[in-house]
């Protein structure tokens, strides 16, 4: 089934923390199974918010988080047009992708975390003035040129300060010389030092997730093992995501191979954890890109979340 596009919520439109903030409201006002969250705060005080879609269903809950990084925010785009489209279908009691909606989602409660790094959207989309008291160290770290700010507003790459590799991570920092805040790659000073990275943590700690799945751009890849605990299952998982994407099979390289939230959580909780690499191109993609990318990629989508 699809959605009229005159009746679509979730529709092409730069994303920001208010528009993702307002897509959220205008999402639980038309239907009644999903559940307004907030799982923390950002640096800068912005929330992190989420939704919560259940049918009524006792089913293990899934998680699928997004823009971790600043030029990535089309992500949560695509997160928030996932969500649309199973709500829609359960309403309607109709298929998507040929999956019965209402009847998988009685055995499944799904979270979304749409903006998993306002700060860092707003850095990327308006410049430094975004980063409040850090706008001066943001500017020389070059957050006025568009399209390079993946960090958050201390500078920290969300997507490298969970606790999964740390002590390679940092050598591999120092060999890059990623060692201090900047646009991309710096892992902080610890592990979960950043409020983003621990609301993510703290939602895992709350709930018994069956998977969980991270948004990124760009690349058309799934990278879904992390060292010695990884489910024999998650190789399956991603063959079957493969599949019905065109998407690679893939593993991360240097920088990107430690300290990654579907690293953490695999390594923490020993079930699966992917990262799916939406698009092609450079980051930030562009607008015009939306449907092309989402429509590739709306099977494997809805596979992730509900395998």
């Excluded at 949560?76 to 709500?87: N, Q």
């Excluded at 009847?103 to 749409?114: E, G, T």
């Excluded at 990884?230 to 998982?237: F, L």
């Amino acid at each position: 089934m699809r959605i009229g596009v005159q009746k679509r919520l979730v529709t092409p439109q730069p994303v920001d923390y208010g528009v993702v903030r307002s897509l959220c409201t205008a999402l639980c006002g038309r239907y009644t199974i999903l559940r307004p969250a907030v799982i923390g705060h950002s640096v800068l005080g912005r929330e992190i918010p989420a939704l919560m879609l259940s049918a009524g269903g006792e089913g293990q809950p899934v998680l699928l988080a997004a823009a971790f990084h600043g030029q990535e925010w089309l992500t949560a785009l695509c997160a928030l047009r996932l969500c649309e489209e199973l709500c829609a279908a359960q309403r309607a009691r109709t298929s998507l992708c040929g999956i019965p909606i209402d009847k998988a989602l009685r055995d499944r409660q799904i979270w979304f975390v749409p903006l998993v790094n306002p700060d860092g959207v707003e850095i990327a989309r308006y410049g430094s003035i975004a980063a409040g008291v850090y706008a001066a160290a943001a500017a020389q770290a070059g957050a006025d040129f568009p399209g390079l700010w993946q960090t958050n507003a201390r500078g920290v790459d969300i997507n490298h300060n969970f606790n999964a590799g740390w002590a390679q991570m940092q050598a591999l920092a120092q060999k890059n010389a990623k060692i201090s805040p900047g646009r991309r790659f710096y892992s902080g000073p610890e592990p979960e030092s950043e409020p983003e990275t621990r609301a993510l943590t703290d939602l895992c700690r709350r709930n018994d997730f069956r998977h969980v799945v991270a948004l990124h751009s760009q690349g058309e890849e799934i990278y879904w093992s992390y060292g010695n605990h990884t489910p024999s299952r998650s190789r399956i998982m991603a063959r079957v995501l493969a599949s019905a994407s065109g998407y690679a099979v893939a593993e991360p390289s240097e920088m990107a191979s430690h300290g990654g939230f579907k690293d953490w959580f695999i390594d923490h909780y020993h079930r699966p954890g992917f990262t799916l690499e939406l698009g092609r191109g450079q980051n930030p993609l562009p607008l015009t890109a939306f449907e092309e990318i989402y429509d590739k990629a709306r099977e494997m989508l809805v596979l992730s979340v509900l395998l």
